[in-house]
């Protein structure tokens, strides 16, 4: 068992990354797609950012806009504005963005089936990875790679590298590829989705591991899941994404006790829990996730939130900050609401029929 | 939820005894056989009329094979299935056919369990157009009526498959599994691939299903959360044997097994502080290949119990108190 740090953030943190009003569109031959609309964060060294949505939530989008990796056209990224260690990632050119994926930034893709090359052995694979950043020799490069197998945890590391990825299970190559993402001991490790392919007593082995490996490193991880039990175990902040937005964001304690958003309450209460009382039936979030074609108008979670009103169609919530660090993209938390002698919205009107 | 109270929810509605299937493994030029996959190897239970049995277990540990033997996908390889008094196992040609109208199943991917090309009404009368004598009306009109029973609009009969979500493909899927008004249906991890928000909405309408039309489901999944939501009671697999069946409450609240107790840590709970003091058992390695298993006890290479016994000898499958049962030789 590990000891986690408070959510606090500690003096010696610093942010390295920060990303202002972000907005990813696609230009499809249907028309635009807004994939990510206004997305702010920032993450600082040693924290772990949790992301949570569904499909089409836009935070894979999100995160392959920030290096970049989305094919343009049909993918259009804007933002004002996304600093890494205080540099431009917009402004910069292939060779500085080359130096910055894996050196700066390490990413870890949802499928570890699928992102390693069948064809060559592991240590040649991450090999090949250190030498791309690292200025040493073939000999030295493997060494290295033994030695960061051998630190996520793969026994017999240096008999493993002439191995092919085939000869590994699911969740060794998901531990190769963390550690082919470590390999240049970035500042910051995008996670999409790491676990989400694997089963639930190896994704408890990994979980392990990356909490060993950020009290080791101190690196800032963004965890991407759609799994809040996950974020709940792991993260110091969450953000959570509908429709391209992040339509709330508060420190990890405070989410959960205290969520403000009602896709938050609503995705709590569907969660059927493994040791809480078992209710007669599941709590549901009727109708289907908001297609993204179009800029938002209202409110994307509106024609499903059980406490729509009439503003809520009309204009789409501006992200408000509230106590505790918290942040939600809602009418209801909206001052002109909430504050005191000020207009009430209704209570409790059912839009549903609507639409 | 089955009503377990009424007496006639209290028959058998699925007595499985001894089931395995084996698959062999060929090699070389001559294609000789040079082993076997046990995926399932020697299981046994029961589920009654109107219950829910949930049966989890990890990716490869047997589990969707097995929910296939039950319905003789497969021609298993020893053991005995009788479902409602009938032995399946036996049966062959037309007797199967007939048979096949009670036992239906409910795939995982309902992106491809439809056919791209047919309209969903269509899709949903096919098992009329095998089984019945209807007439084109009375389908048509039966599958308008599924398809409101799912909770879809009829008027989408028309349609077709790549115009829905996933969520709405498989409530097609259900209807069509429903178009023969069988008896007990094999749920294979149909919620697997579905967002959280659907997953809710897809577990209540197999519930309401069950209620109205008395159904018996075996529920495959992985997800133990859901599973503690949807089964009456539930068995735990793992590599191709049953390790431990126990009803919902007993299982969950004082599971026995070494593995069960492994797998319930290991499910993360979406609330930090209970996150932040829970003892987690962290099991060691991975799941061995069923082509060459451990001997003795199939846990035993990554058991933290195990002794000198469970590398020796496989431990039997045997009742304890309470209508539970277990293999282990270390639980008394």
């Known amino acids: 068992m590990t000891v986690r740090e408070p959510a606090g953030r500690q003096s010696s943190q610093q942010v390295v990354l920060e990303v202002n009003d972000l907005k990813t569109t696609f230009n499809t031959r249907d028309g635009q797609v807004h994939a990510v609309n206004n997305v702010s964060f920032s993450l600082s060294t040693g924290e772990l950012l949790g992301v949570v949505g569904e499909s089409g939530s836009g935070k894979s989008v999100t995160m392959m806009s920030l290096l970049k990796l989305l094919p343009s056209p049909p993918a259009e990224v804007v933002a004002d504005s996304i600093l890494y260690e205080g540099r431009d990632v917009l402004s910069m050119g292939d060779e500085e963005l080359r130096e910055l994926r894996g050196g700066g930034i390490g990413f870890i893709f949802q499928d570890p089936m699928t992102s390693l090359n069948p064809v060559f052995t592991v240590g040649y694979q991450l090999t090949e990875a250190i030498r791309q950043h690292l200025p040493i020799s073939k000999k030295e490069a493997r060494a290295r790679a033994a030695e960061l197998l051998a630190k996520v945890g793969i026994a017999q590391p240096v008999e493993r590298l002439r191995d092919f990825p085939h000869q590994f299970s ?9 550690a082919m993402s470590l390999a240049c001991e970035p500042k910051v490790l995008i996670a999409d989705e790491p676990t989400t392919a694997l089963d639930v007593t190896i994704q408890a082995q990994i979980l392990e591991l990356v909490r060993d490996l950020r009290r080791d490193q101190g690196m800032g991880i963004i965890w991407i899941t759609h799994d809040l039990g996950v974020v709940a175990g792991i993260a110091d902040r969450v953000i959570v994404m509908y429709g391209g937005q992040i339509v709330e964001h508060a420190p990890v304690k405070e989410l959960f006790n205290n969520p403000q958003h009602p896709y938050t309450k609503a995705l709590l209460a569907t969660m059927p829990s493994i040791d809480a009382s078992r209710s007669e039936r599941l709590y549901s979030i009727e109708g289907q996730p908001p297609s993204l074609s179009g800029a938002p108008t209202r409110c994307s979670f509106a024609p499903r939130c059980e406490y729509a009103f009439d503003r809520c169609l009309e204009e789409n919530p501006p992200i408000v900050s509230m106590d505790n660090n918290h942040q939600a993209a809602c009418w209801l938390r909206h001052p002109q609401y909430t504050a005191q002698g ?9 839009l549903r029929e609507t639409f | 939820m089955a009503a377990l109270a009424s007496t006639e929810s209290l028959q058998l509605m699925l007595q499985v005894t001894g089931l395995s299937m084996h698959f062999p493994v060929y090699k070389g030029l001559m294609r000789r056989q040079i082993g076997e996959i046990k995926a399932v190897d020697d299981i046994s239970f029961h589920i009654m009329r109107g219950e829910t049995l949930g049966l989890v277990g990890e990716s490869g540990c047997g589990k969707s094979t097995a929910g296939r033997a039950l319905l003789k996908l497969y021609q298993p390889t020893s053991g005995r299935v009788e479902l409602d008094g009938t032995d399946v196992t036996a049966l062959e040609g037309e007797d199967l056919r007939r048979i096949r109208t009670d036992m239906q199943m409910i795939f995982q991917d309902p ?16 098992p ?38 996933g969520g709405q493909r498989q409530r097609i899927g259900i209807a069509r599994a429903l178009a023969l008004e069988p008896k007990f249906i094999v749920c294979d991890e149909p919620i697997a ?31 133990l959360s859901m599973v503690r939501h949807i089964a009456d009671r539930i068995a735990v697999m793992y590599l191709g044997k049953l390790v431990e069946l126990a009803s919902r409450e007993q299982l969950y609240q004082s599971p026995q097994h070494p593995y069960t107790k492994a797998l319930l840590s290991a499910v993360p709970e979406p609330d930090p502080e209970k996150e932040a003091i829970r003892e987690r058992i962290i099991l060691q390695g991975d799941v061995p290949s069923p082509a060459n298993p451990p001997s003795g006890c199939n846990f035993s290479t990554r058991c933290p119990i195990a002794q000198e016994q469970c590398m020796r000898e496989t431990p039997a499958w045997r009742e304890l108190e309470g209508g539970r049962y277990i293999a282990c030789h270390m639980v008394q």
């Open chain 1, 170 to 178: 699911g969740g060794m190559r998901q531990r190769v590829m963390i």
């Open chain 1, 342 to 350: 000020s207009q009430h919205p209704p209570e409790e009107i059912s």
């Open chain 2, 111 to 126: 992106q491809a369990c439809l056919n791209p090309r047919m309209t969903v009404g269509s899709i949903i009368a096919e």
């Open chain 2, 128 to 165: 009329l157009d095998e089984h019945t004598r209807l007439s084109r009306r009375q389908k048509r009109q039966k599958a308008r009526e599924l398809l409101d029973a799912v909770g879809m609009n009829p008027d989408y009969e028309n349609r077709y498959p790549h115009e829905f979500s």
């Open chain 2, 193 to 223: 691939a579905l967002d959280v928000s659907i997953q809710a909405q897809v577990v209540n309408l197999l519930e309401d299903l069950q209620q109205q039309h008395q159904l018996t489901y075996l529920f495959i999944s992985h997800d």
